[in-house]
């Protein structure tokens, strides 16, 4: 049985997404913020980078611990052969969008939340940096979706699993589908998804991020 560590967070949710997506079984343990759980010894142990989340899959008679969500839907895919192309070219174009999503559609929105809603002072010429690049990076989504039907093609992969966290998050970051109708109808499509459902509906169930 995998255990997921984790918050109802952008980054948290692709997990519990992937694993409803692919039928594997798995338990959720929350992993509170507020409370700076994730600076605790016992997490620590397990992921020395303080975040969230963390998965923990049996191997054998060992425990397999990845600490990157970014990584863990690549995983689940390597154990089950599904939601990745078969041809290299595929492949290839599935990881490109994730990299996108790691470097780009996650980083902005997250840096422009904070400086928008958590920073201690307001520093406008950051707000305005990241305002900047969120809109830039979802302008460049927004085009590649208006070629394709998902992320890396005409059929549903990881990588709309890897993008699908930070835009159902986005009202951290003030962003919206004004503008990016490709993104709208994508995330209409992605979220219509029954394991989007039971994900966000296991994940929001959890303690709230602060």
């Given amino acids: 049985m995998i255990n997921v560590y984790a918050l109802s967070t952008p980054n948290s949710v692709r997990v519990p997404f992937a694993l409803e ?11 509170n913020l507020r409370k700076d759980e994730q600076k605790h010894a016992d997490y620590l142990a397990m992921n020395p980078n303080g975040k969230v989340p963390v998965i923990v899959d049996p ?30 070219f595929g492949r290839a174009r599935v990881i490109e969008q994730m990299f996108f999503h790691l470097s780009g559609v996650g980083p902005a929105p997250g840096q422009l939340g904070f400086f928008k809603r958590q920073a201690t002072e307001q520093i406008f010429y950051a707000i305005a940096r990241f305002q900047t690049e969120a809109e830039r990076v979802l302008k460049v989504l927004d085009g590649t979706l208006s070629r394709s039907a998902f992320a890396a093609g005409d059929a549903f992969t990881i990588a709309d699993i890897a993008l699908f966290g930070w835009l159902w998050r986005r009202e951290f970051a003030g962003n919206d589908f004004e503008g990016t109708p490709n993104i709208a109808r994508w995330y209409e499509t992605v979220a219509a998804r029954l394991a989007v459902a039971r994900a966000i509906k296991r994940v929001t169930a959890l303690v709230r991020p602060a």
């Fill in 59 to 88: 191997d054998g008679d060992k425990l397999f611990t990845l600490t990157e969500s970014g990584g863990d839907p690549r995983l689940f895919r390597r154990k089950t052969g599904r939601l990745v192309p078969a041809d290299a």
């Fill in 21 to 31: 997506e692919l039928g594997v079984d798995n338990v959720l343990n929350a992993i």
